[in-house]
Structure formats: C-alpha cells, structure tokens
C-alpha cells in the first residue's frame, strides 16, 4: 500500500489484485447466463481481491459505468443497521442481551433482545401489518409500533429462526433514538463516510437502474415502485454500487478502526440461529447471513425489493469477495449467483497459501508443551506456528491456541475459550497437560497421571 492509501480508479474504486483475461472471460460467461437464463434487463457484477476490485463487469441495458451505476440493494441495508448498533454495543451504550424496550419504551415485540433481532431469533412476524411495505409508501415510527402491538408473534424468543423485516425497523429506531439523530444520519456519518462510500446513498442519485418486474409469459417489462420506506427503511432502504459495495467486502475482510475493528467484526459472523429445512447450509450471525460455500462459509447478506436483487459476500480464508446487482424482481438466485462467482475464481486462480516463515521465537509459555502428547492412546503433536499453539492428530489440524498474556487460550477447535494448563512435579517438570479435563501424557496412559492416565482395567 502507498503512504497515499490504497490505489483507486479512476472512479474511485479500491483496486485489487487484477484477474487474468482467462479468467475474466469465464466470470463474464457466469454474468451473461444469469442475465440470459434468468430474463433480467441486466446483471452488473464485481469481485474483490487484495484489497479491492479485481473484476468488474456487467450484461444487459446498463445505464451508466457498471462500477458507478446504483442499484437499489434490498436487504443488504440490514448489515449497515446491525454495524451501527455494534458500534454502541463496543461503545457500552446497549447490551446485546437486553431488550430493547430499554430504549423503545413498552412498545410491540420490544420484550425481545437487541440479539434476538438481529439474528431473527426473536419469533416476531416476518412483515409489518398493513399493506406490503416494500411498495407502498412508509410512515413513522409511532405508526409502525401502533400496527404492530406483538400479539402477531410466529414464534416464542429462540425456538427458532424466523426471519423478520419487522425486527430491524425496531433496530432502526434504537440507533436513532441512541444517537439522536435519523437513521440514515447514522448510516452516512458512522459507517459511508469513514468507508469513502460516496455512491451509496438513501434515494437513487445519478446514473441507476430502474427496477423492473418481468412478465413471465410476454417477457415485457413491468415498472416497479420506488417509495420511501420511511420507518422500514433499515430493513431494506438503500441504493449502491459494485464500487462501493466492493469497499464494503473489502471492510468486511479488514473491518476499519473507524467503524468496526476486525475482531470485533469477526464476532458478527458467529452463527446465532438458522434454518434446519436448509440441511445446515445457512446460518444467521448478529446481523449477517453465512452461507456454506467457498472455503468453508460465506458471510454477507442478500437482498430484495421490487424490481431488485443483489449480494455481496466475502470468504474471509481465501479474502476475496463478490457483489452482483440486478434489476429485476426475480430471475436471478442471487445467493447462488454471488457464490459461482468466487468458485469460478478459485477454480481459475487457486488462491495461494501464505509464505511459510520460520519462527523468530517462540513464546515462553510454549516451550514445554511442543512435541508429542496422548489423550489415552491417541497421539497428537504440538507444535508452534505463526505464533500460535497447534495440536495436529493424523497431520489434521484439531486444536488451536494462543499465548494470552502468559496463559495458553484456545483459539479455534473444540478447546476454544478453554485454557491449557501444564501440570507440573514438585520437582517442576512437567506431568502432564490438562486443558477443560482432557488430561494428555508424554506416554499412552502414562502411570501416575489422572484419568485417562494408568492402564485402563
């Protein structure tokens, strides 16, 4: 990166690290057969690598530059809400497990937790009473708490999943009433303007798709509404495009110390609920959705709203990331679409593995836990890897730890959160290892240690 930042375009876009001619081809194939398969006016499409756009390109009536043309981004709005109110989480301004009738007062489904709403694991109603929100003109709040006094619940809090718009108008009016100033005031001040988001916006402004629904039998062109969602416009409100939202995955791969630092951002993506009937192939973390894909998950949201779909994803393992915007109601499984994308990438430039690096040194409370261990009879070799403690069983990866101001924290695996602890003699050398109960030895069942140690009966 040059002291000036990072390189941009000439519309302002991060770069990244460009793909080959090749591989261009074949992701403008994958955009040409969802605009044609999927009947759409048009499919605009970008993917992010090393720190920016790598790959942009769009099929179909485009009316402007494909980076800068604004589509309406549905549902995506969610995470620019669920950012905000992580920001007064961090800030000690709102627990995540307190209801939000902390702030909202005694007002419908205000009983559920600021967590419960953001992972939709509140059981509220999936849509606002009255008529369809998306089409029709909003109101205020005060209106939307009215029409909406709780008794509508689908569920109990935490049976399960059940995603609701309803909640994030809720989520809205917490950072408003918080921050003391509108919504969207927020969104600009907390979130576009740290970000250099400057094409992101409330209402289309400059070059944008208009939306459209497709007749399914005469294939012509159906207008749809644009209204100003008002009350529900943290649900689904926002307009955007592939350069913009290309920044946001590359925030979400990096996060930014002035809107979310990257750990605390990791946290978001912790699966909180999901949905069974989806063979456990999507999840719901504090406001972000988690696909199955890529190098493992995919986390991200998609979005709807008459006349518009979209997506924006990354894969935090491999660090890239895809958007894809497109005007029309229907025709395109965004999800599958965003997904294809970055498999086509991987399949035509694997993504490299880091450079191996020796260790400069290794930290002092590792130094007698490296080699081998038993649990039992089974053998597992610790050894120190980029800073950080690795059990491996069968040369597979199981456990992992982190020195933690002198005491060994489990950071990833089933030991995760637990502290390992080295047991020693009177003499101070080591007997064993004791990490939630599981109790390894230099030796299988080594005598003298606890259960498992001795020889099993």
Known sequence: MSPEGPARGHDGALLGDAVTDHTARRLRWRTATAQAEGHVPSVVAGIVRGGGLAWADGVGDVPGDVVDTQYKIGSITKTLTAVLVLQLVEEGALSLDSPAS???????????????????????????????????????????????????????????????????????????????????????????????????????????????????????????????????????????????????????????????????????????AGEESSGLAYAHGLGFQVFRGGAGTLVGHSGSMPGFHAICLVDRTRRTGVVGLVNATGGVPVAAFGAALLDELERCEPTLPPVWRPNESVPESFADVLGVWHWGATPYVFACEGGHLVARRRQVELWRFADVEGRIVGSRGYHAGEELLVVRRPDGSVSHLDVGTFILTRQPYEPGAPVPGGHPA
């Open 102 to 272: 902390e702030v909202l007062g005694e007002v419908g489904y205000a009983d559920r937790t600021i967590r419960q709403l953001l992972a939709h694991s509140g059981g509220l109603q999936a849509e606002p009473a009255g008529s369809w929100w998306e089409r029709t003109e909003g109101g205020t709040f005060e209106e939307l708490a009215e029409a909406n006094d709780g008794s509508a619940a689908a569920f109990d809090p935490d049976r399960q999943f059940h995603y609701s718009n309803l909640g994030y108008g809720l989520l809205g009016e917490v950072v408003a009433r918080l921050r003391g100033q509108t919504w969207w005031e927020a969104v600009e001040e907390r979130i576009l303007e740290p970000l250099g988001m400057t094409r992101t916006s409330y209402q289309a402004s400059g070059a944008h798709a208009l939306g459209w629904s497709v007749h399914p039998y005469a294939q012509t062109l159906i207008p749809e509404p644009l209204p100003d969602t008002a009350a529900m416009a943290p649900a689904g409100q926002v307009w955007s495009t592939v350069a913009d939202l290309a920044t946001y995955c590359t925030f979400l791969l990096d996060g930014h110390d002035a809107v979310l630092p990257a750990p605390v951002l990791a946290r978001a993506f912790t699966p909180q």
